[in-house]
């Protein structure tokens, strides 16, 4: 079975620029979840969606923005970029309903995206 | 507010040695989850084990342990005969019911294992 793919791997952007990732999650899973990982540090909570409804939300500014499809696919979009948003963007899966803590979370190999 | 501490950033052993990976956790809570993580330079993190809050027993798995104690808020986790394919950044991370479900990690230590 697939596990989570994420597209594209990798991704150069310019200040200012938009920038649209894609995850899909390992089949049967509904909740999608992203982090952001900095080098050398571990990944930070950005969104969680569940059944195309955004359930969680970290401490990031409103330029990120995430969104669910009705084949459980997610979008995370980042506007306005600046250099500090070059990282590892990493989107995990997980099966049963979003507010159980016990849920496995299946990670994808990320978007490493870099801002010059 | 949740917190993940490893201190150690970066660990470097040889071929069959043993090694301890340390993780101190703070939480206010008294049902938690705590994971185990493994992310090789792919930069897929990799599940290893999950271990909630009123579970305190060790657990063995292959050349893999791990040590919950809740007294100490620690879940260190062991490497036994370490082998080359183990070099990998390990992270510790802790979950709580919050409404939903959000993982927070340590900074990660990484794991050199050398021939």
């Known amino acids: 079975d697939a596990g989570v793919t994420q597209s594209p791997t990798h991704l150069i952007k310019t200040r200012g620029q938009h920038v649209t990732l894609r995850c899909s999650p390992i089949s049967g899973h509904k909740s999608v979840s992203w982090y952001q990982q900095v080098l050398g540090q571990g990944p930070q909570f950005i969104f969680q969606y569940y059944e195309k409804e955004e359930r969680g939300r970290g401490n990031f500014p409103d330029r990120f923005s995430a969104r669910q499809f009705p084949n459980y696919s997610s979008e995370l979009n980042v506007n306005a970029l600046l250099l500090g948003d070059s990282a590892l963007y990493l989107c995990?899966?997980?099966?049963?309903?979003?507010?159980?803590?016990?849920?496995?979370?299946?990670f994808g190999a990320g978007t490493r995206l870099s801002v010059l | 507010a949740q917190k993940v501490t490893q201190a150690q950033t970066e660990i470097s052993v040889v071929e069959k040695e043993d090694v301890t990976l340390d993780c101190v956790y703070e939480?206010?809570?008294?049902?938690?989850?705590l994971f185990w993580y493994k992310q090789p330079p792919s930069g897929e993190l990799v599940f290893l084990i999950r271990r909630n809050s009123f579970d305190e027993q060790n657990e063995i798995s292959g050349r893999y342990s791990w040590n919950f104690q809740k007294s100490t808020s620690s879940f260190n986790f062991t490497i036994t005969a370490s082998q080359v394919v183990d070099s990998a950044v390990y992270f510790c991370?802790?979950?709580?019911?919050?409404?939903?479900?959000?993982?927070?990690f340590g900074k990660g230590t990484m794991l050199l294992v050398s021939p």
């Open positions: 995990a899966s997980s099966p049963g309903q979003t507010f159980l803590a016990k849920n496995i979370q299946y």
């Open positions: 939480t206010r809570d008294t049902t938690y989850y």
């Open positions: 991370a802790l979950n709580k019911d919050l409404g939903y479900s959000t993982l927070t």
